[in-house]
């Protein structure tokens, strides 16, 4: 990629639009109040809602990058328009999650703990706990996954405030430990058998228009699978508020806009790094890596399954990179990457269970 392109300027090197801190207050506020008005629902279930609507926000913003990425190191497009396009692809999957990935819901907002009954501010301390972790690292240019984080905070605010006997084990292990663990070997093993079948397609045009809607198709189906994660915790407070199941249709539209402008508003370092840093990739590598990324989580979210775009994506890039030698690959943020996953769950986990201290008084 040119250094002519504006978009990567170093006074843009954080935002892919001016005034990005501005416009994401006036949406947490515009939410807050639209929730308040329109359902009356409280001020309580406004904030954790616009709260929801920040994750999200930040979660679109970390991302959107793990398959947009693919077209800059393919040099398919600048990365103005990779984010422009990917933005859309995450609008649409975002909404369509509100039919097609709804039994996520129930395992994140109350699959995990074994309580009927949860005060709110277990559900404020998550939703914050996962916001400052995830928001952190996208600042810093970290791909980290939200499923960790909203995983590591359940953890950390459930065990404070109910006991760690009352952390349903067996379903975390079985539901979100063993998939999140799996999907990066089941991500480097696909990755590195479609290699000899991908690199016999001839390059040119067709190859190019193919790996750009395989991009759209691998960001759509990351929104699908991370949406009805988002919500839950939206959904797990609003419940304590004594709002009805009926409030979930309103929590996908929110959360999907969000996901939306985050992912047009502060996309670009993180997808800088992707496509920059780790290995670089023409179009058919990347429109392996991509069909790899779509499968993989879309059949995640058909099973109702949580999966780690990041680490589905990235260990895709990893997998052709290792194909074509392991000199290819910058194994320094690899190194970096692995070191970033593994501390995200018992930092979100912190920072929820001190919030929690802090709002219980």
């Known amino acids: 990629m040119s250094s002519a392109d504006p978009i990567i300027t170093t006074s843009q090197k954080h935002s892919a639009i001016p005034f990005s801190w501005l416009i994401t207050g006036v949406m947490m506020i515009l939410v807050a109040l639209a929730f308040h008005f329109i359902l009356h629902g409280g001020w309580l279930a406004s904030i954790g809602v616009a709260l929801m609507a920040w994750l999200a926000f930040e979660n679109g913003g970390n991302d959107i990058s793990k398959s947009v990425s693919t077209l800059i190191s393919g040099g398919v497009t600048n990365y103005r328009t990779a984010i422009m396009s990917g933005t859309i692809a995450t609008l649409i999957g975002g909404l369509t999650s509100a039919w097609a990935s709804r039994q996520m819901v129930k395992l994140f907002s109350s699959g995990l703990l074994d309580e009927t009954n949860f005060p709110s501010s277990i559900a404020l301390a998550t939703l914050i706990g996962a916001i400052l972790w995830v928001a952190i690292a996208t600042r810093i240019s970290m791909p980290v996954s939200t499923t960790h984080a909203i995983t590591g905070a359940i953890i950390g605010a459930g065990v404070l405030s109910l006991g760690v006997e009352h952390i349903k084990w067996g379903a975390l292990y079985s539901k979100v430990v063993i998939p999140l663990l799996a999907s990066p070997v ?13 690199m016999k397609l001839p390059e040119g045009r067709y190859l190019r228009s193919v790996h750009f809607l395989s991009s759209m198709f691998a960001t759509f189906a990351r929104a699908v699978n991370d949406t009805p994660k988002i919500v839950a915790l939206g959904f797990f407070i609003t419940v304590t508020t004594g709002l009805d199941a009926s409030t979930i249709t309103p929590l996908f539209f929110i959360t999907a806009i969000a996901m939306a402008l985050g992912s047009y508003v502060k996309g670009l370092p993180v997808t800088h790094l992707l496509a920059e840093k780790i290995t670089k990739m023409d179009d058919r590598e990347a429109l392996g890596a991509n069909l790899t990324t779509a499968l993989l989580v879309s059949t995640a979210s058909k099973l109702g399954l949580p999966v780690s775009t990041t680490h589905v994506i990235s260990s895709a890039i990893i997998g052709f990179g290792l194909k074509k030698g392991s000199g290819e690959v910058s ?5 970096d990457m692995v ?8 930092v979100a986990g912190i920072f929820a269970a001190i919030l929690f201290l802090i709002f219980r008084g």
Not at 186 to 198: D, K
Not at 331 to 335: E, L
Request: glycine share 0%; charged share 10%.
């Open 331 to 335: 194994w320094r943020v690899v190194r």
């Open 339 to 346: 070191l970033s996953w593994v501390v995200t769950l018992p």
């Open 186 to 198: 089941i991500s480097i093993t696909i990755a590195y058998t479609l290699w000899n079948i991908i």
